[in-house]
Each structure stands twice: as C-alpha cells, then as structure tokens.
Nanobody
Framework: QVHLVESGGGLVQAGGSLRLSCTAS????????MGWYRQAPGNQRELVAR?????????ADSVKGRFTISRDNDKNTVTVSLQMNSLKPEDTAVYYC????????WGQGTQVTVSS
C-alpha cells in the first residue's frame, strides 16, 4: 500500500506561480512512476508531468517550458513536486498526484485556479 498526501494549489493570477507537492509513504520501495494529472470540468483527466524511478521525465506539450517536475527519494518517503510558472487560465483544474507500483494510487486532488 502507498499513501499519498498532496499539498499546494490555490488561487493565483495569470502569469503567477504555484508549487504542488505529493509525499508517498508506505510501500515506497515498489514505486516506479510518480506524477501529476489534472482534470478540468467537463474534460477527461490528462497527464501534466511524470517522472520515473530512473529519472525519465515526460511533460504534456501544453506545460513544457513552464512546469518543472522533481522527485526526492528519502529513506521512508518519496516526494514529487511540480513547480508551475507562467500559469494560464487554461491551467485551472483539479490536480491529482499519481504513484504507480504494480497498481495505481491517486491522491485526493488539489484545486488550482488561475484567474485572468
């Protein structure tokens, strides 16, 4: 079992920055991928960014050059952070942390709202 705790999010004006963090605990030795997805009202959940245990990073085209994902592996936890710069109103969504072992674990979601 993996337990995820998300933090960050909130309301920001267009052009501003926010930082999201997600800390995984439990069976962290089995974790391969950690990442962030988002879902806006009426839309499907979509990939924002993900990073593997080997450090391979994938970004959605819409966030390349603006968002940066990082991963910190500690003795008892794994933390994935998402630095979001130059935010746009279309980035408004609920952001979900994902952790994969032999199955997927999802965080509870955190709201990001970007006002124009």
């Amino acid at each position: 079992q993996v337990h995820l705790v998300e933090s960050g999010g909130g309301l920001v004006q267009a052009g501003g920055s926010l930082r999201l963090s997600c800390t995984a605990s439990g069976s962290i030795i089995s974790i391969n991928v950690m990442g962030w997805y988002r879902q806006a009202p009426g839309n499907q959940r979509e990939l924002v960014a993900r990073i593997t245990r080997a450090g391979i990073i994938t970004y959605a085209d819409s966030v390349k050059g603006r968002f940066t994902i990082s991963r910190d592996n500690d003795k008892n936890t794994v933390t994935v952070s998402l630095q979001m710069n130059s935010l746009k109103p279309e980035d408004t969504a609920v952001y979900y942390c994902l952790s994969t072992t032999f199955r997927e674990y999802w965080g509870q979601g955190t709201q990001v709202t970007v006002s124009s």
